[in-house]
């Protein structure tokens, strides 16, 4: 089936620092979605792309669609504490169809 | 964005008993809800794929007498585990996807810690 590489596994940083995490594909992706999850909770969406090539912002988030379909990648910029978490990768081939998830990145900010 | 409320968001049972975790979509109507789980410190694995008013399609591997879905309405899915087990502590969460364009991103349930004794 299809497998989505996500790394780093896990990023400890300083507060202030970017993050860049990146997530390869062996197939094609219609749509990536980049999720945060925090302990105990379900995944929260951060941002959704549709089209090969695209730049998506979100605040401090930004994420790219590889121009392939089978890569994606995600950047914080200056992290703060409250981006600690685990942040999911996931592609899905169609509108509504089942996601395929990265393995996680956990990121751990320092004050 | 869309809201999918689960309940509960945690429940501890004893061994050989059911439990059932239910997932609504608030503000849309679900015709596709997907149900996961998640072991610790690992990614969400897909259990299984419910449409409304048909029988949910299970992945390989997991037992569909064990993981009872239904999905009677537009609104809300089921997922019963039957005769838990301590192997069947984990967390569960589900997705829906229907009817809006934003659900497109499969928004997500806040997921049920089941603990088995």
């Known amino acids: 089936g299809q497998q989505l590489n996500q790394s780093p596994q896990s990023m400890f940083i300083q507060e202030g620092e970017d993050v860049s995490m990146n997530c390869t594909s062996s197939s094609i992706f219609n749509t990536w979605l980049w999720y945060k999850q925090d302990p105990g909770e379900g995944p929260v969406l951060l941002i959704a792309l549709y089209k090969a090539g695209e730049l998506t912002s979100n605040g401090r988030l930004t994420a790219q669609f590889g121009i392939t379909r089978k890569d994606s990648f995600l950047n914080i910029s200056a992290s703060i504490p409250s981006d600690v978490g685990i942040y999911f990768c996931a592609g899905q081939e169609t509108s509504g169809s089942r996601l395929t998830f990265g393995e996680g990145t956990q990121l751990t900010v320092n004050p | 964005g869309a809201v999918v409320s689960q309940h509960p968001s945690w429940v501890i049972c004893k061994s050989g008993t059911s439990v059932k975790i239910e997932c609504r979509s608030l503000?849309?109507?679900?015709?596709?809800m997907f149900w996961y789980r998640q072991f610790p410190k690992q990614s969400l694995m897909l259990m299984a794929t419910s449409n409304e008013g048909s029988k949910a399609t299970y992945e390989q591997g997991v037992e569909k007498d064990k993981f009872l879905i239904n999905h009677a309405s537009l609104t809300l899915s089921t997922l019963t585990v039957t005769s838990a087990h301590p192997e069947d502590s984990s967390f569960y969460i589900c997705?829906?996807?229907?009817?809006?364009?934003?659900?497109?991103?499969?928004?997500f349930g806040s997921g049920t810690q089941l603990s088995v004794l």
């Open positions: 997705s829906a996807s229907g009817d809006r364009e934003e659900t497109e991103e499969l928004f």
């Open positions: 503000d849309f109507q679900a015709t596709t």
